[in-house]
């Protein structure tokens, strides 16, 4: 089952930054979740690259539409954790 059928509001944005570069729901990477201390959005997608680098020993992440994602800090967290990742597991310096 999608997350737009479990509960579209709190997964996603009401509407795209941009309908004319839309691909479907934009994740919402600015809510953030008190209840359960968690941004959800930056949870799942970060935790499905961790799982991608992990289980597959992918070496990179590629975005195709990274201003669709609009929240910087956001791919800087992901960014750094790839690195601290791939740190421990290679050892390396980066």
Do not use: C
């Amino acid at each position: 089952m999608p997350f737009t059928a479990i509960d579209h509001d709190y997964w996603f944005h009401h509407e795209p930054k941009d309908r004319v570069w839309s691909w479907g729901p934009e994740w919402n990477y600015n809510h953030y979740d008190p209840k359960y201390d968690v941004w959800p959005a930056r949870k799942y997608i970060g935790e499905s690259i961790m799982y991608m680098i992990n289980e597959f020993h992918i070496d990179g992440i590629r975005f195709d539409a990274a201003t669709q994602i609009a929240n910087d800090e956001f791919l800087k967290i992901i960014v750094d954790q790839a690195k601290e990742l791939a740190q421990k597991r290679y050892d390396l310096s980066i």
